[in-house]
């Protein structure tokens, strides 16, 4: 069974924080690279952020960067995005996803990724 859902989306004002958990089945979660990515409606899917699951090793979006952490929590097979200093841009549909192929070293691209959650809605306003 390959399943994730998400969680902790919402509404928050400009320079709020919010944090997103992803819960992982078992055996996605082991040693892959497991990611997360936001779309906004009209615009193409974006790479926020992917951790190696395996390591730990994490890779963050240069729009995010400096802002956005991504970490994991290995007894609870989640996979946590802690979102600070939110901007009205960082709004969209946020979808956590599974690259269940690549060891070692992941790439922000939704094209690498093969399983995808229902995804959960990001607010922020001005």
């Known amino acids: 069974q390959v399943q994730l859902v998400e969680s902790g989306g919402g509404s928050v004002q400009a320079g709020g924080s919010l944090r997103l958990s992803c819960e992982v089945s078992?055996?996605?979660?082991?040693?892959?690279?497991i990611g997360w990515f936001r779309q906004a409606p009209g615009k193409e899917r974006e790479g926020v952020a992917v951790?190696?699951?395996?390591?730990?090793?994490?890779w963050i979006g240069g729009s995010v960067k400096g802002r956005f952490t991504i970490s994991q929590d290995n007894a609870k097979n989640t996979v946590s995005l802690q979102m600070n200093s939110l901007v009205p841009e960082d709004t969209a549909m946020y979808y956590c996803?599974?690259?269940?192929?690549?060891?070692?070293?992941?790439?922000?691209?939704?094209?690498?990724?093969?399983?995808w959650g229902q995804g959960t809605q990001v607010t922020v306003s001005s």
């Open positions: 996803a599974a690259d269940v192929t690549r060891r070692d070293y992941c790439y922000l691209l939704p094209r690498y990724f093969n399983y």
């Open positions: 078992e055996y996605t979660y082991s040693s892959n690279c």
């Open positions: 951790i190696y699951t395996g390591t730990g090793k994490s």
